[in-house]
């Protein structure tokens, strides 16, 4: 199975300011054939299903502002929020479709400082 | 637009089996996958497996050695997932989601509202 693994595990970051949630993977998502990371982003609010945010590791999903932006290709990847918003206060997790079982990271709890 | 409405929530006694079911509208049924999710309190999300609507092919996570089973009514465009030999491990929310495509290694855009399941004696 391909381990996913977030830091930091907790974040607090003031309104405006820069969020970084990063991500890695035990062995590469990327498919050579098509030059494709097979990685997504979800933001998860209390009592909510996750919001797909983010997938090919740096396409964002119609409707997510754009504010939000992923990237990194292989092994290492990062979400980043470029203004934090109060609405953006959430778990953010990142998820492999590269291999089965598709598996998730441990999630990134976001707050406001 | 696309919706997943799920079934409503479960009490089960360890060793029972629970199924849950995933009705589906707003698109045509059998050209998406349909992923089974579940998140335990306070753990991280894990997938459980996928069906193929379109020809009834699964996948599933050995982590639930055999315990699992996912099917189609295709004429109801409605996926189950039961899951067998239930223990307290099991108590978590259980999601449904539509893939992109009929494949696996799609990205995962839409999400049914979650069915809590718990497993007490």
């Known amino acids: 199975d391909i381990v996913m693994t977030q830091s930091p595990d907790s974040l607090a970051v003031s309104l405006g300011e820069r969020a970084t949630i990063n991500c890695k993977s035990s062995?590469?998502?990327?498919?050579?054939?098509?030059?494709?990371?097979?990685l997504v982003w979800y933001q998860q609010k209390p009592g909510q299903p996750p919001k797909l945010l983010i997938y090919?590791?740096?396409t964002r999903e119609s409707g997510v502002p754009d504010r939000f932006s992923g990237s990194g290709s292989g092994t290492d990847f990062t979400l980043t929020i470029s203004s934090l918003q109060a609405e953006d206060v959430a778990v953010y997790y990142c998820q492999q479709y590269y291999s089965t079982p598709l598996t998730f990271g441990q999630g990134t709890r976001l707050e406001i400082k | 637009q696309v919706h997943l409405v799920q079934s409503g929530a479960e009490v089960k006694k360890p060793g029972a089996s629970v199924r849950v079911s995933c009705k589906a509208s707003g698109y045509t049924f059998t050209t998406h996958g349909i992923h089974w999710v579940r998140q335990a309190p306070g753990q991280r999300l894990e997938w459980m497996g996928w069906i193929n609507v379109g020809n009834g092919n699964t996948e599933y996570s050995q982590r639930f050695q055999g315990r699992v089973t996912i099917t189609t009514d295709t004429s109801a465009s409605t996926a189950y997932m039961d899951l067998s030999g239930l223990r307290s491990e099991d108590t978590a929310v259980y999601f449904c989601?539509?893939?992109?495509?009929?494949?696996?290694?799609?990205?995962?855009?839409?999400w049914g509202q979650g069915t809590l399941v718990t497993v007490s004696a």
């Open positions: 062995q590469s998502v990327l498919y050579s054939s098509n030059n494709k990371n097979y």
């Open positions: 090919w590791a740096s």
């Open positions: 989601a539509r893939g992109s495509d009929s494949s696996w290694y799609s990205e995962v855009g839409y």
